[in-house]
């Protein structure tokens, strides 16, 4: 496979409905992968699914909820019948639980949990066989958050923290199989999770614009570093720089971010 052409390719991205997983579907079909769609809103999939067949390319959209036992494999059967086994896999479906610790309790960090970790290791477990056999590659959404300890995000940055040492320790499990994993950490991306008010309705994001990343360009790396299988990559300077220094002088970050009520990406 090379950066320009993925014909032959059959691609799988959870949360693929909007935000980084949308574009990271779209870049695929774009470069000749068939791609399967999963994601809870199947209205958002099909339309999806359409506009990548219109142009050309291979779809399929499955209804799937990562936070619920069963959901993932069925889906994956379903993509598998269509489309051949798969040869990339995205995990990136993911949310935002904010609050302090004593105020979002055990159920909110379970929920929490439930679809940022245990989402990515039920989507591992329901595409290994397949990434064994085709020695693929899966891309695993972490963020720069998992770095970091934010005032009131606790939950979320907790969760990207043990995505991180889940992607870490699969790339070790499974070089020798030929299977590539890749760590993604975005900073700030355009993507609905900072925009979700209450009742659900979207909200203007509160970051800055300058700040966020387009979509588009993110997939465009993402995918970049599937086919060069680089075992992470982390997208904007500002997301570089805070996991840079996370790693260099965490305290002095912690202390930096403990005056604020930052919101974080996926």
Not at 11 to 40: H, K, M, N, Q, Y
Not at 124 to 149: C, F, K, N, P, Q
Not at 150 to 168: F, L
Not at 223 to 242: F, K, N, P, S
Request: charged share 20%; aromatic share 4%; proline share 3%.
């Amino acid at each position: 496979m090379t950066r320009s052409s993925l014909l032959g390719a059959v691609a799988l991205v959870t949360g693929a409905s909007s935000g980084i997983g949308e574009a990271v579907a779209r870049e695929l079909a774009r470069r000749g992968a068939a791609v399967g769609l999963l994601a809870r809103r199947l209205d958002r999939l099909e339309a999806l699914a359409d506009g990548i067949r219109s142009a050309g390319g291979r779809a399929v959209a499955a209804a799937c909820d990562v936070a619920r036992d069963g959901e993932i494999g069925r889906a994956v059967r379903c993509v598998r019948g269509e489309l051949g086994p798969l040869s990339m896999v995205v995990a990136n479906a993911g949310f935002g639980v904010s609050g302090k610790v004593d105020e979002v309790g055990v159920e909110g960090f379970r929920h929490q949990y439930e679809t940022n970790v245990f989402g990515v290791v039920r989507t591992v477990a329901a595409t290994l066989e397949d990434l064994r056999s085709t020695r693929g590659v899966i891309a695993i959404l972490g963020s720069v958050a998992g770095y970091l300890g934010v005032r009131g995000q606790a939950p979320y940055c907790s969760s990207k923290a043990a995505v991180r040492v889940i992607a870490q320790s699969l790339w070790a499990e499974l070089r020798r199989d030929g299977v590539g994993v890749v760590l993604v950490s975005p900073g700030y991306v355009a993507s609905e999770i900072r925009r979700h008010g209450d009742g659900g309705s979207l909200e203007p994001d509160p970051v800055p614009t300058w700040l966020i990343m387009p979509a588009h360009k993110a997939a465009r790396r993402i995918v970049d570093a599937m086919v060069c299988r680089r075992q992470e990559v982390v997208l904007t300077a500002h997301g570089r720089l805070g996991a840079w220094l996370a790693r260099l002088v965490p305290g002095l970050l912690v202390r930096l971010l403990a005056p604020t009520r930052s919101r974080v990406e996926s």
